[in-house]
């Protein structure tokens, strides 16, 4: 039978005789995929492995430090972080195309993986010897949902399939190409990973700069920034992060509308909240949250993000809807 000993042991094989002697930079996301991935590279090739944390100024409030702190703890992997947000944010400029800014995000992974690579991984190692291997930990869905599988149309290019450059100098690593997110959690626990990694909400690579609908700005990122930051404490607060598999909170950027506060005119944007049930992100349910939970996430985003006039939830399950909007 196909058990999770099995993949482990199969994966590990095909990646030390994929990479030989060789050395591999696995991207670390804060997500689950590419915890795990980055966990089986490592058992098969020791401390050949770097992990590099690339910051692209589109992670959530707190979240380049969490991963940090919670990946080192756990693995005692070698990590680089690489801040890297002016790089996106110019990239950025100006895009409101989703598929634009998938494939603008994707490239500038790259761009700042290789630039990483040549700054810290060759001066690190002192040998000259160039790093040739990059890890993904991109799963099945992302492949099929990319337009990588048989016959399927590309709904969206995931970063790390369809957003990839094609002067791309290195080699993929990419052990969960064949497996789903509850797979992926269980090859996790088994190879040690704490809950607190594998249990994670998925969030996707490209980060808020899908979540902004509209040109994606410094100014919009900190607004969804503390928008979300209040969602999740209190979707967390309730006790329902088991529950959801994700909550995306998205802003509507280019929209208006008028709202009163106190006794005057506001003219804010709205915000968007996504919960959603799923078993594998390929297919999903909307989640019929609690409506005081509702209320107090509404009544405190409003209160806490000026910029903000009007919360609405998404009630569409998927399909017809996807779980991100772009
Ligand atoms: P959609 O929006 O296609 O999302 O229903 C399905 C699942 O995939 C996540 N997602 C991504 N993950 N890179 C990722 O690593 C991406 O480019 C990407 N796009 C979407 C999304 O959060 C959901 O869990």
New binding site residues.
């Given amino acids: 039978t196909w058990s999770t000993g099995n993949i482990i042991e199969e994966q590990v094989a095909a990646i030390r005789a994929q990479v030989g002697d060789g050395k591999a930079l696995c991207g670390l996301?804060g997500?689950v995929?590419?915890a795990v991935a980055a966990a089986l590279v490592q058992r098969a090739i020791g401390d050949r492995l770097t992990c590099v944390l690339v910051d692209h100024g589109l992670m959530r409030q707190d979240e380049v430090a969490q991963v940090e702190k919670d990946y080192v703890a756990a693995t005692g992997v070698k990590l680089h972080i690489a801040r890297e947000q002016e790089r996106f944010l110019e990239a950025l400029k100006g895009v409101t195309d989703p598929e634009t800014k998938?494939k603008a995000?994707?490239r500038e992974f790259i761009r700042a993986f290789e630039a990483a690579e040549e700054k810290v991984l060759r001066e690190e190692a002192q040998d000259g010897e160039p790093v040739r291997f990059l890890v993904q930990?991109?799963?099945y869905?992302?492949v099929v949902?990319?337009g990588g599988g048989e016959g399927a149309a590309n709904?969206?290019?995931?970063?790390?399939?369809g957003?990839l450059p094609e002067d791309l100098q290195f080699e993929l690593v990419e052990p969960l190409r064949a497996l789903f997110?509850d797979e992926v959690r269980a090859v996790g626990r088994e190879l040690g990973l704490p809950e607190n990694i594998v249990g994670r909400?998925?969030?996707?690579?490209?980060g808020l700069g899908?979540r902004i609908i509209g040109e994606v700005t410094e100014q919009r990122l900190d607004i969804l920034r503390r928008a979300d930051a209040i969602a999740r404490e209190e979707l967390t607060r309730a006790g329902l992060d088991d529950e959801v598999?994700?909550m995306?909170v998205v802003l509507l950027a280019d929209v208006h509308s008028v709202g009163v506060q106190g006794d005057g005119r506001t003219y804010g944007h709205p915000i968007v909240l996504r919960p959603v049930s799923?078993e594998d992100?390929?297919t999903?349910d909307w989640s019929r949250l609690p409506s005081e939970l509702l209320a107090r996430i509404s009544n405190r985003i409003t209160n806490e993000v000026e910029e903000i006039n009007r919360v609405v939830l998404d009630i569409t399950s998927?399909p017809p809807?996807?779980?991100?909007?772009?």
């Fill in positions: 996301s997500g995929d590419s998938r995000i994707g930990g991109t799963l869905p992302d949902e990319s709904i969206k290019s995931h970063h790390n399939v957003g997110k909400q998925p969030f996707p690579g490209p899908i598999w994700q995306p799923s992100a390929m999903a998927k809807g996807t779980i991100e909007w772009e």
